[in-house]
């Protein structure tokens, strides 16, 4: 799978958008981009996943470049309940053992007042 | 629909005895992963079933831990002989089918302590 690389931190005011970027030069053509947070004691939870077009659902907007070697998660209206760590993983299309997922150490986000 | 449900959520264990961590996933979810993650760590992998058949056991320690996930019930993940360094929140997650397009939903988790 495609290493992703995404800053350690970041804050984002309350109510206003948080932009989270991932750079994941190595992908292939292929690989699907997901994006998972984990808020603290609580398991990861899926937010959104794309390959080539812009994607969005009720909790977020994705973005991936054109080259598709970089992708930014957007927030729209950050709460504070929406500190968490947010990973970036690239996944491989094929079955066996390349189905799973592979956390990196993702990037803290916190949201404040 | 009830998502990936895991039990017991918090389980204390002395050195030396075993651990059994359960895992039903979701409706209609075929595919079963264990992830661990140590205090204050990333989620590492450990084991990914279907039923009846390990897949990818790469992440897994070679002694003490096993993994199945019967053709009826839950996945059961066991620790035999647990030492404090087992200590741990066990994450079990569930697709549908393999690979892109089966997203992977998970759990919240049993917290394992052992003293």
């Known amino acids: 799978d495609a290493k992703t690389t995404q800053p350690t931190s970041m804050d984002c005011a309350e109510g206003r958008a948080a932009n989270l970027p991932c750079n994941h030069s190595t992908i292939s053509g292929n690989e699907y981009v997901y994006w998972y947070r984990q808020i603290h004691s609580q398991g990861p939870q899926y937010i959104i996943h794309g390959l080539k077009n812009n994607e969005t659902n009720e909790m977020a907007s994705l973005i991936i470049t054109e080259d598709r070697k970089s992708s930014t998660l957007i927030l729209p209206h950050a709460t504070l309940r929406d500190t968490a760590v947010y990973y970036c993983?690239?996944?491989?299309?094929?079955?066996?053992?390349?189905?799973?997922?592979?956390f990196g150490t993702g990037t803290r986000l916190q949201v404040t007042l | 629909n009830a998502g990936v449900m895991q039990n017991p959520r918090h389980l204390v264990r002395r050195r030396g005895q075993e651990a059994r961590l359960r895992c039903s996933p979701m409706?209609?979810?075929?595919?079963v992963y264990w992830y661990r993650q140590l205090p204050e760590e990333g989620l590492k992998f450990m084991v990914y079933l279907q039923k009846e058949n390990i897949i990818d056991e790469s992440g897994m320690p070679k002694e003490r831990f096993s993994a199945e996930f019967p053709k009826e019930g839950p996945s059961i993940l066991r620790i035999q002989q647990v030492v404090r360094g087992d200590s741990a929140a066990y994450f079990c997650?569930?697709?549908?089918?393999?690979?892109?397009?089966?997203?992977?939903?998970f759990g919240e988790g049993s917290w394992l302590t052992v003293v």
């Open positions: 409706k209609g979810h075929s595919h």
């Open positions: 997650a569930s697709s549908k089918g393999p690979g892109d397009g089966n997203t992977i939903y």
């Open positions: 993983i690239v996944r491989s299309p094929h079955t066996g053992t390349a189905s799973k997922l592979t």
